[in-house]
T-cell receptor, first 115, second 118 residues
């Protein structure tokens, strides 16, 4: 158990809908990362938050947004869902963003299926 | 250009034997870190081992070791004494800007499937 929790574990929804994925980082970790794993794109970085502030953006679609709250949990909002958004969405956390060996601990993921 | 390259097709190894999973990387940043993660069929990502670009010695963690060849830009994972539970997908990943605190995302390779035969 990495200490990172993600809910829900599975989500099935229809095209055009909006969903929210939730992540609680490990205790003490200030940095949260979101990744998307799909068959065609592999594992891709979406966005990073550090202590409530957006730190970096990757290949995140405009239909997607995220935030990190004062208690450090984070939510990833996906709207106007398309079939191609079906993927495994991971949240990861690390204690800091700098330094040589701050590995990222991954949550169990949320498997999103868009029908 | 791909930053992390894992080109091996599915790998097979006999139980109790050693296996090497290849990873090459591309970066112009002098300070970077290389990570290996294991993803079993259940889906979770499990951190295995880390190697920093300035580390003088190859990293080891139990049965896992990293064969780091900086000049060749390769960071191969060696699993000794393979176990049935090692059957999984293995991902090599890189983090650049190691000391700046800037964008510290992980860039992943496409992964290698390892199957351990009894």
């Amino acid at each position: 158990d990495s200490g990172v929790t993600q809910t829900p574990k599975h989500l099935i929804t229809a095209t055009g809908q909006r969903v929210t994925l939730r992540c609680s980082p490990r205790s003490g970790d200030l940095s949260v990362y979101w990744y998307q794993q799909s068959l065609d794109q592999g594992l891709q970085f979406l966005i990073q938050y550090y202590n409530g502030e957006e730190r970096a953006k990757g290949n995140i679609l405009e239909r997607f947004s995220a935030q990190q709250f004062p208690d450090l949990h984070s939510e990833l909002n996906l709207s106007s869902l398309e079939l191609g958004d079906s993927a495994l969405y991971f949240c990861a956390s690390s204690v800091d963003t700098s330094g040589p060996s701050y590995e990222q601990y991954f949550g169990p993921g949320t498997r999103l299926t868009v029908t | 250009a791909q930053k992390i390259t894992q080109t091996q097709p599915g790998m097979f190894v006999q139980e109790k034997e050693a296996v090497t999973l290849d990873c090459t990387y591309d970066t112009s940043d002098p300070s970077y870190g290389l990570f290996w993660y294991k993803q079993p069929s259940s889906g979770e990502m499990i951190f295995l081992i880390y190697q920093g670009s300035y580390d003088q010695q190859n990293a080891t963690e139990g049965r896992y070791s990293l064969n780091f060849q900086k000049a060749r830009k390769s960071a191969n994972l060696v699993i000794s004494a393979s176990q049935l539970g090692d059957s999984a997908m293995y991902f090599c990943a890189m983090r650049e800007n190691l000391y700046t605190g800037a964008n510290s995302k992980l860039t992943f390779g496409k992964g290698i499937t390892l199957s351990v035969r009894p």
